[in-house]
C-alpha cells in the first residue's frame, strides 16, 4: 500500500527543474530592470535632480520613509539600492566579505547571469 501523496504539487525531478529555468529568468528579468531604471534615473548624471523633475518632491521631509526624507531622496535611495542587487547579480559589485572579521575580508565578485544561463530553457531576453 502506497501513501497518498498529499495535497498540492509534490517536488519532482522536473517540478524541481521547472522551479530551477524559474528563478533563473525572473532574477535576470528583475536585475535588467534594475539596471535600466537605474540607467533612466541616473544615466545623465543627476539622479536626484532627473526625479524632482518628474515630480517627486525635494523640499518636504515625509515621515512615512526612511530617516524621514523627501520622496525623492527616497526614491533616489531606493533606485540606489536596487542599481546595488543588480550589479551583485551581474558580477560588477562585490558580494560577501566580513567586515567584522580581523582582519576584514573582502567581498568578491560573481556572475550570477552567466552561471544561470544555462537554466534559461532557451529564453534568451526579458
Known amino acids: ?7 498540492g504539487r509534490q517536488a519532482d525531478k522536473d517540478s524541481i527543474d521547472q522551479d530551477l529555468s524559474d528563478l533563473a529568468v ?3 528579468t528583475l536585475a535588467q530592470r534594475a539596471r535600466n531604471l537605474g540607467t533612466q534615473v541616473n544615466g545623465q ?21 526612511p ?5 525623492a531622496a ?9 542599481a546595488n542587487l543588480e ?5 560588477t559589485v562585490a558580494q560577501g566579505g566580513d567586515p567584522d572579521a580581523t582582519p ?4 568578491s565578485k560573481f556572475n550570477f547571469d552567466s552561471a544561470f544561463a544555462v537554466l534559461w530553457g532557451g529564453q534568451i531576453g526579458p
Open 26 to 28: 525572473q532574477w535576470r
Open 87 to 91: 550589479g551583485v547579480y551581474f558580477g
Open 45 to 65: 548624471g543627476d539622479g536626484l535632480a532627473y526625479l524632482i523633475a518628474h515630480g517627486y518632491d525635494n523640499v518636504t521631509a515625509n515621515p512615512d520613509n
Open 67 to 71: 530617516g524621514a526624507q523627501t520622496d
Open 104 to 107: 576584514p575580508t573582502p567581498g
Open 1 to 7: 500500500m502506497t501513501t497518498p501523496a498529499g495535497v
Open 74 to 82: 527616497w526614491a533616489h535611495q531606493a533606485v540606489d539600492y536596487f
